[in-house]
């Protein structure tokens, strides 16, 4: 009888024991998983570079006007089908409209709906020189009155969504000179850079929100002398990151020698396929070199800055200088080897890359739906997942997602050898041209 009392005592002993033991590890975890999702303590250091944070440039518009805003619903619809994609940091470019302060409100509300949800910003604020957009020539050393406000306006997003908004960056291909419509001079984002790093310091914004301006790799040094100017190198040390922009595709119509490289295929019989392949290899090294033009500059400066990836993108589909009767560069096929070879690279190198960009936008050329800026987009404005994503696709992480009422499907049906037949080897304009 003794013993019995006795193992029955063991035997609550081992059970209180278990309990506690659960307890303890239940308590752990939670701890564990509230630091992992304080999305208010982890800062642009840790996410930049990051490859469990990956980038894209966003845009939400479904219409061929930036007069239909997208509603609160379908930025929420967006944030769903990029983050299963595994996209946690997106870029935005103004907040004059109420696209950027509607997202914001959107990612919010995703973050009561789930803790554990995660999507960052990097804010654009507008920056354009005197008279820009209108029917008087541009004043290209003054700049616009409405950069103030602009300004202003970011600074009060950024305050008011500090889980959210980690990097404001100062305009967007404002400093390159063929931007002719608007571009400023170099001082003028130094201003507005060295404006809001003064805010951080007096505590007016948070302390270890990140400043930048996104900009063409020439404005960043890698351009040529026109570019070399003090207020550049005073920028490059003001601001606490660089992010540059880098297009191939664009060159292969501005400068294509490194497309149109006919030398390529001298004693050889390679496939049209063969030789798209090795154009899209250029491409990717075009853009790496682009990339080590700015990292070269800024080292001759003895800075030690991160240089970053604000935008490059490659079109799906176009038909004018980068088209079929162009440079032959745009299909669904070389975007998708152009969109995982940059990924493939930077997340290697810890660089954070914003793709451009996640869905098509018809505004962009609204008189020509054919034209290339309308079909950057790794979906369709219907939600359709383009060559470059399939493997999502076929891997079920948009499953139960909808754009437009639509579930995400693949463009062309799935069928490879459609997508196939649209990608034409670019030399054979060379062979067309020299017949």
Request: charged share 25%; net charge negative; aromatic share 10%.
């Amino acid at each position: 009888m003794k013993k019995r009392v006795k193992n029955i005592s063991d035997y609550r002993k081992v059970i209180s024991i278990v309990f506690i033991c659960i307890v303890l590890i239940c308590i752990s975890s939670c701890e564990s998983k509230k630091v992992v999702n304080n999305s208010s303590s982890i800062t642009a250091k840790e996410i930049l570079g990051n490859p469990e944070y990956q980038a894209i440039s966003y845009g939400g518009y479904r219409h061929s006007t930036r007069e239909k805003q997208p509603t609160i619903e379908e930025l929420k619809e967006d944030m769903r089908i990029l983050s299963a994609m595994g996209i946690k940091l997106l870029r935005t470019y103004n907040v004059q409209l109420a696209h950027t302060s509607n997202l914001l409100k959107a990612i919010e509300s995703l973050k009561v709906e789930d803790p554990s949800f995660e999507m960052y910003v990097m804010l654009g604020a507008w920056i354009d020189c005197k008279n820009a957009w209108t029917e008087l020539p541009p004043d290209h050393d003054v700049e616009s009155e409405a950069n103030a406000s602009e300004i202003d306006r970011a600074v009060s997003l950024a305050n008011q969504h500090k889980d959210i908004v980690k990097i404001i960056a100062v305009g967007n291909e404002a400093m390159v000179k063929w931007a002719t419509s608007y571009y400023v001079q170099p001082n003028v984002i130094l201003k507005w850079v060295n404006r809001l790093q003064k805010l951080k310091k007096d505590g007016l914004l948070p302390a270890d929100l990140w400043i930048t301006s996104s900009d063409n790799f020439a404005s960043w040094g890698g351009g040529g002398d026109e570019y070399h100017v003090p207020a550049l190198d005073s920028l490059i040390k003001a601001v606490d990151f660089i992010s540059m922009h880098t297009y191939p595709m664009h060159d292969t119509h501005h400068n294509p020698e490194f497309w149109l490289n006919a030398s390529a295929k001298e004693g050889t019989s390679k496939s049209d396929k063969d030789e798209v392949d090795a154009a899209m290899n250029r491409a990717k090294v075009y853009a790496q070199n682009q990339y080590q033009s700015v990292v070269k500059y800024v080292e001759r400066l003895s800075v030690d800055k991160p240089i970053h990836i604000g935008e490059t993108g490659w079109a799906s589909f176009s038909d004018g200088f980068y088209g079929p009767e162009g440079a032959r560069a745009c299909d669904e096929y070389k975007q998708a080897v152009y969109y995982k070879d940059m990924r493939a690279w930077t997340n290697k190198a810890g660089i954070s890359c914003f793709f451009f960009e996640a869905f098509d936008e018809s505004w962009k050329d609204a008189n020509n739906v054919n034209g290339s800026e309308n079909h950057f987009g790794l979906f369709t404005v219907y939600g359709k997942a383009k060559y470059a994503i399939w493997d999502l696709v076929d891997n079920g992480v948009f499953e139960g997602l909808k754009r437009n009422n639509n579930s995400i499907t693949k463009t062309f049906e799935g069928d490879k050898n459609a997508v196939m037949e649209t990608s034409l080897n670019p030399l054979e304009t060379v062979e067309l041209e020299n017949n």
